[in-house]
């Protein structure tokens, strides 16, 4: 699976971005996927993972409530819906899939996608 992650940007706090991972190569809809992102000087973290179906989503306690995991499997893309921005959000973001089920560590997913970078001014 080649994955492709774009829509990164710089944004106000308080504002908006939406994501897009775009899938590639084996069947996308196989996978579980995720989305991780790393600030500078900080370890990659975790933000929202989302089943195979979409039917089961995980979410880091930082975002919950602020961001939105979808798929649409017929376009073999996963989005993430940010909104109220922080400028804590800061960071490159990064799309993932995982044969097993959705998982929280990045160790589990098999494949990487380049990042996007998201910028969140004060």
């Known amino acids: 699976v080649q994955l492709q992650a774009f829509g990164g940007g710089l944004v106000q706090a308080g504002g908006s971005l939406r994501l897009s991972c775009a899938a590639s190569?084996?069947?996308?809809?196989?996978?579980?996927m995720g989305w991780f992102r790393q600030a500078p000087g900080k370890e990659r973290e975790f933000v929202t993972a989302?089943?195979?179906?979409?039917?089961?989503?995980l979410y880091a306690d930082s975002v919950k409530g602020r961001f939105t995991i979808s798929r649409d499997n017929a376009k073999n893309t996963v989005y993430l819906q940010m909104s109220s921005l922080k400028p804590e959000d800061t960071a490159v973001y990064s799309c993932?899939?995982?044969?097993?089920?959705?998982?929280?560590?990045?160790?589990?997913?098999?494949?990487w996608g380049q990042g996007t970078q998201v910028t969140v001014s004060s």
């Open positions: 993932a899939a995982g044969s097993l089920y959705m998982s929280r560590d990045y160790a589990q997913y098999d494949y």
């Open positions: 989302i089943t195979w179906s979409g039917g089961a989503t």
């Open positions: 190569g084996r069947t996308f809809s196989r996978y579980a």
